[in-house]
């Protein structure tokens, strides 16, 4: 007998001319998630739409580019599934890792962070991995909520919690808020770790910027009330 109970799938990329590692990653999504719905809001000048189209992904298109917070949050709710999964495009996340972020969530979980950066990973820079820490540590420090790493972009949320806050788009380090606004909202959270690798391509990071806005979105009011 079918489940009527069964939660739903989506898993959700924003992408910037990622034209060499969009296929690879969609079919590793695939081989662990064969119902799941495979979303890109896109805003590349390549052909990563494209390429994600024809390995069988729904793809918005954002052009011209109106930044990450706007594109990430227009790929969170425009998701149809009861369980939406973010990853980076660019091939750093375990996409074997969806399963397990998914039944978390089926266990009663609303938002299942995964962090890099337990231990530093060969593939990320020490300073990033320094940052990422001091990050996590200012978010103890403020807020008091336990956590390594606040930057993650794989993460697992009900669709429930993205449509129940208003989130403030604009602006960089948006998964910052993302993690943040959802614990102090009450909803129930854990953390795993996970795997990282180096990135297929250029990145499209300003580490400074990013940086600011991280700040912002851990001391500032309206970026977590």
């Known amino acids: 007998m079918e489940n009527k109970n069964k939660k739903t799938l989506s898993v959700v990329m924003i992408s910037m001319n990622e034209e060499k590692a969009v296929a690879a990653v969609i079919k590793d999504i695939r081989a ?8 890109l809001v896109d805003s590349s000048t390549d052909k990563t739409a494209e ?6 992904a729904k793809v918005i298109k954002q052009y011209p580019p ?4 706007r594109a990430m949050v227009l ?3 425009s998701a149809s599934g009861d369980v939406v999964i973010t ?13 397990k972020l998914f039944n978390l969530i089926n266990e009663g979980y609303d938002i299942v962070n995964t962090t890099r950066v337990e ?5 990320m820079p020490y300073e990033n991995f320094l940052a990422n820490r001091l990050f996590a540590f200012c978010t103890w420090l403020r807020h008091g909520i336990k956590t390594t790493d606040v930057h993650s972009g794989m993460r697992a949320y009900t669709k429930e919690l993205i449509h129940s806050i208003d989130w403030n788009a604009p602006g960089l380090a948006l998964p910052v808020e993302l993690f943040i606004r959802s614990i102090k909202h009450g909803y129930k959270y854990t953390e795993v770790p996970i795997k990282y690798f180096e990135r297929i391509g250029n990145t499209t990071l300003t580490r400074f910027d990013s940086t600011i806005w991280t700040f912002k979105r851990i001391f500032c009011k309206k970026y977590y009330l």
């Open 32 to 39: 662990v998630a064969t119902d799941a719905e495979i979303l």
């Open 51 to 56: 390429i994600a189209q024809e390995n069988g």
């Open 66 to 69: 109106k930044g990450y917070g």
């Open 75 to 77: 790929a969170l709710t």
């Open 87 to 99: 990853l980076d495009c660019d091939g750093t996340y375990p996409c074997e890792d969806i399963p």
């Open 119 to 123: 231990k530093r990973p060969k593939a």
